[in-house]
């Protein structure tokens, strides 16, 4: 329950007119079980087998694939061709080392790999990091949003938190001297509705540097006490619910807990609230604050008489067809409760847009299908939001939807003081 | 309490603090055994048959080489890795009708041995209908039982990379 607020993201909604799947314009189509076949190369096999039995079904858009890289800024680009040659990995934790001093990087933004070898034997770290950097580009924002949880016969359970984040590290607005505890990014969650989990709330702090787990803390204002709690409970249901904290981006966690591996390409669907860039707008009450609307995602449950399973997105999800990396990871911390995770992360931008989950004994029982769209304010300024997650439980057969925000912003100046436990001993005074 | 009274505590406390220390724990019940039996180090062969393709793979100096001389893909280790970690999850017992599990002429067949003697023999059939496991039949036994799905993947895995 503690850890619900450490799952999601960011970001508004705007009216946008809702998609009718029978009607494809030119240069869409509609996947669905009377197709099947055309999914066959495009889907993790248990988004395929939903797909034939008429569960799941599928708007595509193609796009034109210099266009789609440029969903990031050029300043994202520039800084990333200048990364070229600078960085490696470290051979016993996979940390980004800094060519030059054998130390970790005091500070860069961009791809820290420009150029991935499959061949390469850290290939599969070197990938991870990349994504690692394509979320710290935006430097940190907000947004309020939802955990349903929904099985076949609609919503149990409805939980809406919030996340406020500060990154230290890839930010384009470059780096900020004054950081004492040597972090890469902080944050804070908190539950609002309903009741009995309103107030609870969650500090992160994750360090720059190699060996040190994340720092978490939970406060519930039943016992008025902020607790230490584990890293590993990234792994643990959020609320009760078949979603994870490490759902958040497809991967949460700190690289270096993983275990890389690339075993494979291909081409999945990527879902994307549109192919190409929102744009923000200037917060009127606050000069270091941007707006992004983006249009809600609704799902089976909400949509009476609708196609598929009940938590199946229904409009505002587009799925592009993407070149990936197929990336195993498996964590070394004992007390994590996954086993070997299968990733797909696109080629260019280093999203992961699936993922596939074994337990420990090794039976695979859970898919998280992330959804993102990009922000881009000029070619200075870009930022990559995960917009949504849906966790699938295959043993249960249930699943929750997360984020599907309404309104976010990026904040470009956060007051580090906010994110302690003085924020969250307070939050319900 | 008197001191006579204390004194019997901790004599009782004495003699329990002996027990624990001189009576071994009772063993855990065995668990199922996992599907490969023994060390991944001591392998030296591994043969698996698809329906449609079949390949071989030997150990020697250390690495894996295919009859051919090819160097192995790494997808090797990490199905040894599996067979050594997995184990089974349910036992069916045995089906009247193995095709029903996908063990019949379309289940991929996996010899692991080490020093010229079979350590695994394995049929692995269909998954099961929620994805999670797939149907194995070891040879010399007409149990079905449920292993995670992790297995489907890794020989699919290795299929992808050692078969043309």
Not at chain 1, 41 to 52: A, G, I, T
Not at chain 1, 394 to 420: H, M, V
Not at chain 2, 27 to 41: D, F, K, Q, T, Y
Not at chain 2, 117 to 125: K, N, Q, R, T
């Given at each position: 329950?503690?850890?619900?607020v450490?799952?999601?993201?960011?970001?508004t909604?705007?009216?946008?007119p809702?998609?009718?799947?029978?009607?494809?314009?030119?240069?869409?189509?509609?996947?669905?079980?009377?197709?099947?076949?055309?999914?066959?190369?495009?889907?993790?096999?248990?988004?395929?087998?939903?797909?034939?039995?008429?569960e799941?079904?599928?708007?595509?858009?193609?796009?034109?694939?210099?266009?789609?890289?440029?969903?990031?800024?050029?300043k994202?680009?520039?800084?990333?061709?200048?990364?070229?040659?600078?960085?490696?990995v470290?051979?016993?934790?996979?940390?980004l080392?800094?060519?030059?001093?054998?130390?970790?990087?005091?500070?860069?933004?961009?791809?820290?790999?420009?150029?991935i070898?499959?061949?390469?034997?850290?290939?599969?770290?070197?990938?991870?990091?990349?994504?690692?950097?394509?979320n710290?580009?935006?430097?940190?924002?907000g947004?309020?949003?939802?955990?349903n949880?929904?099985?076949?016969?609609?919503?149990?359970?409805?939980i809406?938190?919030y996340?406020h984040?500060?990154?230290?590290?890839g930010r384009?607005?470059?780096?900020?001297k004054?950081?004492?505890?040597?972090?890469?990014?902080?944050?804070v969650?908190?539950?609002i509705e309903?009741?009995?989990?309103e107030?609870?709330s969650t500090?992160?702090?994750?360090?720059?540097?190699?060996?040190?787990?994340?720092?978490?803390?939970?406060?519930?204002?039943?016992t008025?006490r902020?607790?230490?709690?584990?890293?590993?409970?990234?792994?643990?249901p959020?609320?009760?619910?078949?979603?994870?904290?490490?759902?958040?981006?497809?991967?949460?966690?700190?690289?270096e807990?993983?275990?890389?591996?690339?075993?494979?390409?291909?081409?999945v669907?990527?879902?994307?609230?549109q192919?190409?860039?929102?744009?923000m707008?200037?917060?009127?009450?606050?000069a270091?604050?941007?707006?992004?609307?983006t249009?809600?995602?609704a799902?089976?449950?909400?949509?009476?008489?609708?196609?598929?399973?009940p938590?199946?997105?229904?409009?505002?999800?587009?799925?592009?067809?993407?070149?990936?990396?197929?990336?195993?990871?498996?964590?070394?911390?004992?007390?994590?409760?996954?086993?070997?995770?299968?990733?797909?992360?696109?080629?260019?931008?280093?999203?992961?847009y699936?993922?596939?989950?074994?337990?420990?004994?090794?039976?695979?029982?859970?898919t998280?299908?992330?959804?993102?769209?990009?922000?881009?304010?000029?070619?200075?300024?870009?930022a990559s939001?995960?917009?949504?997650?849906l966790?699938?439980?295959?043993?249960?057969?249930?699943?929750?939807?997360?984020?599907?925000?309404?309104?976010s912003?990026?904040?470009?100046?956060?007051?580090?003081?906010?994110?302690?436990?003085r924020?969250?001993?307070?939050?319900?005074? | 309490?008197?001191?006579?009274g204390t004194?019997?505590l901790?004599?009782?406390?004495?003699?329990?603090?002996?027990?624990?220390?001189?009576?071994?724990?009772?063993?855990?019940?065995?668990?199922p055994?996992?599907?490969?039996?023994?060390?991944?180090?001591?392998?030296?062969?591994i043969?698996?048959?698809w329906?449609?393709?079949?390949?071989?793979?030997?150990?020697?100096?250390?690495?894996?080489?295919?009859?051919?001389?090819?160097?192995?893909?790494?997808?090797?280790?990490?199905?040894?890795?599996?067979?050594?970690?997995?184990?089974?999850?349910?036992?069916?017992?045995?089906?009247?009708?193995?095709?029903d599990?996908?063990?019949?002429?379309?289940?991929?067949?996996?010899v692991?041995?080490?020093?010229?003697?079979?350590?695994?023999?394995?049929?692995?059939?269909?998954?099961n209908?929620?994805?999670t496991?797939?149907?194995?039949?070891?040879?010399?036994?007409n149990?079905?039982?449920?292993?995670?799905?992790l297995?489907?993947?890794?020989l699919e895995?290795?299929?992808?990379?050692?078969?043309?």
């Amino acid at each position: 329950m503690i850890r619900l607020v450490r799952v999601l993201v960011l970001v508004t909604l705007v009216c946008a007119p809702a998609v009718q799947p029978a009607v494809a314009d030119e240069g869409e189509w509609i996947l669905d079980a009377n197709n099947w076949q055309e999914g066959k190369d495009l889907l993790p096999d248990p988004v395929l087998k939903r797909l034939q039995n008429g569960e799941y079904w599928f708007r595509v858009v193609a796009v034109d694939p210099v266009k789609f890289k440029q969903n990031f800024s050029k300043k994202f680009w520039d800084a990333t061709a200048a990364n070229a040659g600078k960085y490696d990995v470290e051979p016993k934790q996979c940390g980004l080392m800094d060519k030059a001093t054998g130390k970790i990087p005091e500070f860069l933004t961009g791809f820290p790999f420009p150029e991935i070898d499959p061949k390469d034997p850290k290939v599969g770290c070197k990938i991870a990091h990349n994504f690692n950097f394509a979320n710290l580009q935006g430097g940190g924002g907000g947004a309020t949003f939802t955990l349903n949880g929904v099985d076949g016969s609609g919503q149990f359970r409805r939980i809406k938190a919030y996340i406020h984040t500060m990154g230290y590290q890839g930010r384009l607005d470059g780096q900020i001297k004054d950081n004492p505890d040597n972090l890469q990014a902080q944050g804070v969650g908190a539950a609002i509705e309903p009741i009995d989990v309103e107030g609870v709330s969650t500090l992160t702090k994750r360090y720059w540097d190699w060996e040190s787990q994340d720092a978490l803390w939970a406060y519930v204002p039943s016992t008025r006490r902020a607790r230490r709690v584990n890293a590993a409970t990234r792994s643990d249901p959020v609320g009760g619910l078949d979603i994870f904290a490490d759902d958040l981006n497809c991967y949460g966690g700190k690289i270096e807990y993983y275990q890389w591996k690339l075993v494979g390409e291909g081409k999945v669907l990527a879902p994307l609230l549109q192919p190409y860039p929102f744009s923000m707008s200037q917060d009127p009450k606050r000069a270091t604050r941007f707006l992004i609307k983006t249009p809600y995602v609704a799902a089976g449950y909400e949509k009476p008489g609708s196609k598929g399973a009940p938590w199946w997105p229904q409009e505002n999800l587009v799925f592009v067809p993407r070149p990936v990396w197929i990336v195993e990871g498996q964590s070394s911390d004992p007390y994590y409760n996954f086993g070997k995770v299968i990733m797909y992360f696109d080629k260019d931008l280093y999203r992961i847009y699936w993922k596939l989950v074994h337990n420990r004994a090794g039976e695979y029982f859970y898919t998280a299908l992330c959804g993102y769209h990009f922000i881009k304010d000029g070619e200075n300024f870009s930022a990559s939001f995960p917009s949504m997650v849906l966790g699938v439980n295959d043993k249960s057969n249930r699943a929750a939807l997360g984020g599907r925000y309404q309104t976010s912003f990026i904040e470009r100046n956060w007051d580090p003081k906010y994110f302690s436990i003085r924020t969250l001993t307070r939050m319900t005074d | 309490m008197t001191l006579r009274g204390t004194l019997v505590l901790y004599a009782v406390l004495a003699v329990l603090a002996a027990y624990l220390l001189i009576v071994p724990p009772p063993a855990p019940p065995p668990g199922p055994e996992s599907l490969l039996g023994v060390p991944v180090e001591s392998a030296d062969t591994i043969e698996i048959a698809w329906p449609d393709a079949a390949v071989r793979f030997r150990r020697s100096d250390g690495s894996w080489r295919s009859d051919a001389g090819a160097v192995a893909p790494a997808a090797i280790d990490e199905l040894l890795e599996a067979l050594a970690m997995l184990r089974p999850t349910e036992n069916l017992g045995a089906p009247q009708e193995p095709a029903d599990y996908g063990l019949d002429a379309r289940a991929t067949r996996v010899v692991v041995s080490a020093a010229g003697e079979p350590v695994a023999s394995l049929e692995v059939g269909d998954r099961n209908p929620a994805w999670t496991g797939v149907y194995v039949r070891r040879t010399g036994s007409n149990d079905v039982v449920v292993v995670g799905a992790l297995l489907h993947w890794e020989l699919e895995k290795l299929r992808a990379v050692a078969t043309p």
